[in-house]
């Protein structure tokens, strides 16, 4: 960004630039730099601070070369030009750089890889076949990532190569451990390949979790309009793909597997994003298969960015203690979410899963489960407003958490139970939460309902073995 020479310039263009330096920008100033920002008021100048990719060419006559083509840049005395230019499209093969592969951890050389394509101008790293051992990497913006076929990227089991922090997990933001692989403000970004990405969370578990957590796998945080693609990832140590705070993201293709018991090993978090594409993947956790979350209490409310567009389809979700689930983390909102055409099987405890509790307040809104085929589940529904009551618990928040417009549409489910739905007492679920069309269910067990109101159960259909097909739970049990 070329910033011509000035004496002050508007607080609100000041801003732009210094978001723009924070993402990996580089700004120029030509000539003078600006002494302050102002106002509209031109009362409260500002002081300017300093920026990381900054620097001043005092000398306005200038031209630079950029590859072999020469520009030139003639600006008047009160024009601006705003130049765009793409990210490199060199590519990075670690081995050409210096990684051997020879089962030592090799981050430092691999993060020197990366932070050369950034310094080039971007490009994509290109992991070939083979084994490498690293800790934490970080991508900045304009870096890419492929991991080829045969090839495996392993986390070392060292927290002192997994630095603190500041991030969100679980719905608050606070200082966390990095994830293994960290992509931050990165517009566009690719991560793709027909490899590997092994996590190490058998091992992880062995040390304790203490107050900063272990490693998410993959976090994406802002990165409009990325695409992560084909790879397979195993035994994530905590959440395996976590996408925060962005704008647009598309997740095909892709294959989850945590096959050992492994604590908070999600599949995929989509946490206070929207525009959001899953599709053709398949996922088996100890945790949820996917959770869609906004924030959680006061902290999830200051934020107020909710999860929503978000279309989930052609999907497979083995194991997990739920297929696709809303919440907890609601505080925030989710609208607007679309599963469809997936089969949910392989004792997954529960395939359509909503939980909250009272501190939460949020409102979950037009969410459809479509065409949904599961088999041999624990449980076909989940819906708990009281989920895991476990003090210490915050205080409860009002307007309680509210579900609304929620569709069951061609669900053909066998199961142990017909599952639960357990409501607030002080607000039910009423005749505007939720709405079944064409739902088969065959269980052994009925559907268990409490502080339910007025709700349609026509198009579900229940064939139980024992019991009622739907009967009242009583308000202190199964909670």
């Not at 263009?13 to 730099?33: M, N, Q």
């Not at 020879?102 to 083979?130: D, F, K, M, W």
């Not at 679980?170 to 390949?193: M, P, T």
């Amino acid at each position: 960004m070329i910033i011509p020479s000035s004496d002050v310039i508007s607080a609100s263009a000041w801003k732009v630039i210094e978001t723009f330096s924070s993402r990996g920008g580089k700004v120029l100033f030509w000539g003078r730099k600006p002494a302050s920002f102002i106002d509209k008021s031109f009362t409260a100048p500002g002081s300017l601070s300093d920026l990381t990719n900054s620097r001043i060419e005092p000398s306005t006559r200038w031209t630079a070369r950029v590859s072999s083509t020469r520009l030139t840049i003639k600006l008047e005395a009160w024009e601006s030009k705003l130049i765009s230019i793409g990210k490199n499209n060199r590519e990075y093969n670690i081995k050409e750089y210096g990684v051997k592969g020879n089962g030592y951890s090799e981050t430092a050389t691999l993060q020197r890889i990366i932070n050369e394509a950034v310094h080039n101008g971007g490009g994509t790293i290109v992991i070939p076949a083979g084994e490498y051992l690293s800790g934490a990497l970080f991508f900045p913006r304009g870096v890419d990532l492929r991991i080829e076929k045969n090839a495996k990227l392993i986390s070392t089991v060292d927290p002192n190569e997994f630095p603190v922090i500041p991030t969100r997990f679980e719905g608050i933001e606070k200082r966390w451990r990095c994830a293994f692989l960290n992509f931050d403000h990165s517009d566009g970004v690719k991560v793709y390949g027909e490899g590997v990405i092994d996590g190490k969370g058998v091992e992880w578990k062995k040390i304790p979790f203490g107050n900063s957590g272990r490693p998410r796998l993959l976090c994406f945080t802002d990165c409009p309009g990325g695409k992560i693609s084909g790879l397979k990832m195993i035994n994530q140590a905590s959440w395996c793909l976590h996408v925060l705070y962005t704008n647009g993201f598309t997740i095909d293709g892709i294959d989850i597997r945590a096959l050992e018991y492994i604590p908070s090993s999600d599949g995929i978090d989509i946490d206070s994003s929207n525009d959001i594409l899953i599709t053709s993947t398949r996922i088996e956790a100890h945790d949820d298969c996917i959770s869609i979350k906004s924030g959680r209490d006061e902290d999830g409310r200051r934020v107020g960015r909710p999860s929503e567009n978000i279309l989930i389809e052609n999907c497979h979700f083995a194991y997990g203690h739920g297929g696709v689930a809303m919440g907890s983390e609601i505080s925030g909102g989710i609208r607007n979410v679309t599963i469809r055409s997936c089969l949910m099987d392989n004792e997954n405890w529960s395939p359509l899963r909503f939980k909250s509790q009272p501190s939460r307040g949020g409102t979950v809104e037009n969410i459809t489960f479509e065409d949904i085929t599961i088999k041999g589940a624990r449980s076909i529904f989940d819906i708990n407003m009281e989920w895991r009551m476990v003090p210490p618990l915050s205080p409860a928040h009002y307007p309680l958490t509210c579900l609304r417009n929620i569709h069951f549409k061609n669900i053909n489910g066998e199961a142990q139970s017909a599952g639960t739905m357990y409501g607030f007492k002080e607000a039910p679920f009423g005749n505007d939460t939720f709405f079944f069309e064409n739902c088969h269910i065959k269980a052994q067990k009925g559907l268990s309902i409490s502080n339910v109101a007025n709700v349609n159960f026509k198009g579900l259909e229940l064939e139980i073995k024992e019991g009622e097909k739907i009967y009242e739970r009583s308000a202190n049990k199964d909670k």
